[in-house]
Each structure stands twice: as structure tokens, then as C-alpha cells.
Nanobody, 117 residues
Framework: QAQLVESGGGLVQPGGSLRLSCAAS????????MGWYRQAPGKRRELVAS???????NSADSVKGRFTISRDNAKNTVDLQMNSLKPEDTAVYYC???????????WGQGTQVTVSS
């Protein structure tokens, strides 16, 4: 049974940093594209950053230069390092595992990130 569990969210002041972590179980982690999405109140869920099994990354223009995604296939984890946080980064952040060949898509339960003074 696939499970993604996020951790590391919280309240931070503008300009601060947070590191989100997602631990995966029940999947062959190394073959999945891992991603972080976020959803702010009243808005659609959007891609923040993704990292393929081959090491290719994709990220939203709004976070380029501030957020970094990384994965550890030995530990089945994917992290999102968030620096220079802004109030507009406030959202629930979701971990995602996707494999296009197997047509499998899994989500975590989400973790709240609030950027406020």
C-alpha cells in the first residue's frame, strides 16, 4: 500500500527558510517522478517542483532560485528546501509520486506552510 508522509511545515517569517520532507513507502521509489505541489485557499493546486528518476528537475517560475528539490533513493525520501520565503508561499504543500508508464499517481496528506510576520 503506497503511502507518502510529509513533515516540516510550520510558521515562518518572511525571508526565512523551511525544509519539507516526504517519506515514501509501499512503492518502488526510484522509478517515480517525485514532486511538491501547493494549494493556497481559493486557488488551484499548482506544481512547485519535481524531480524525475533520471535527475531532471522542473520548478515554477515563482520559486526558481529560492526552492530546491532533492531526493534520496536509498531512504525513499524527497525534500524541498525553501529559502527567502514570501507571504505568497503560504499554502498546503503536498508530496506527489507519479509514474507515467505504470499510470500511477499518489499524494500525501499535505503539510501547512504559513509565511507571516
Amino acid at each position: 500500500q503506497a503511502q507518502l508522509v510529509e513533515s516540516g511545515g510550520g510558521l515562518v517569517q518572511p525571508g526565512g527558510s523551511l525544509r519539507l520532507s516526504c517519506a515514501a513507502s509501499g512503492i518502488m521509489f526510484s522509478i517515480y517522478t517525485m514532486g511538491w505541489y501547493r494549494q493556497a485557499p481559493g486557488k488551484r493546486r499548482e506544481l512547485v517542483a519535481s524531480l524525475t528518476s533520471g535527475g531532471s528537475t522542473n520548478s515554477a517560475d515563482s520559486v526558481k532560485g529560492r526552492f530546491t528539490i532533492s531526493r534520496d533513493n536509498a531512504k525513499n525520501t524527497v525534500d524541498l528546501q525553501m529559502n527567502s520565503l514570501k507571504p505568497e508561499d503560504t499554502a498546503v504543500y503536498y508530496c506527489n509520486a507519479y509514474n507515467s508508464l505504470l499510470v500511477l499517481n499518489y499524494w500525501g496528506q499535505g503539510t501547512q506552510v504559513t509565511v507571516s510576520s
